[in-house]
């Protein structure tokens, strides 16, 4: 298994050894003495490197069975810098055009070959959505999950249930979870401190 990152420093011996979720899971799980590190290019700019970077962590690459990188391009251990979204939800809006982009690609993304590859890397992260097979629910769990899609569940009878904050910057509101948020306002809300 192979990673490909790029890291600007003075020295390769700083015990970095990479950034993204996938890298740094499978180090913890082995063992950081498990891996080697090879310089492959040496840049004078960060700019030629994070090209480089983008160049050489193509979709093909990502797709291959022996790396652990998953972002095309590079640019993994999301930080607000590299990642706009982090900490902010989705809007409808994104979210829409997320299901649009999904089905009108449904010829990648919906093939064998793609979830088994989504699988392997789930998995090689510590998620295992295969740990509940061949197991049952309780009575008590069925009735309780029965009574929650229903809208009776034990939240029902919380007054936030069913409800978000939403805000323009200066006035919070709370409004039903699954209306449109209006243009100009967000998901959360701010909290004025006297």
Request: proline fraction near 1%.
């Amino acid at each position: 298994m192979i990673y490909i990152g790029a890291r600007s420093a003075n020295t390769i011996n700083d015990g970095y050894m990479g950034s993204g979720k996938r890298i740094k899971a499978v180090i913890k799980k082995y063992g950081v003495n498990n891996f080697s590190k090879v310089v492959l290019f040496e840049f004078t700019t960060r700019k030629e490197l994070l090209q480089k970077e983008a160049e050489v962590v193509n979709e093909e690459f990502v797709l291959r069975n022996d790396t652990y990188n998953i972002v095309i391009g590079g640019g993994g251990g999301s930080t607000s810098k590299t990642n706009g979204m982090l900490g902010k939800h989705q809007t409808t809006k994104h979210r829409e055009a997320s299901q649009q982009y999904m089905t009108n690609n449904k010829e990648k993304y919906q093939t064998n070959e793609y979830r088994a590859y989504m699988s392997r890397r789930l998995k090689e992260i510590g998620h295992n959505h295969a740990t509940f097979r061949g197991r049952t629910h309780s009575e008590a769990t069925l009735k309780q999950m029965s009574q929650s899609s229903k809208g009776q569940g034990i939240g029902a009878n919380n007054s936030q249930y069913g409800t978000c904050w939403i805000t323009n910057g200066e006035i919070n509101k709370k409004i039903p979870k699954d209306t449109t948020i209006p243009d100009g306002w967000k998901l959360g809300r701010i909290i004025h401190t006297r």
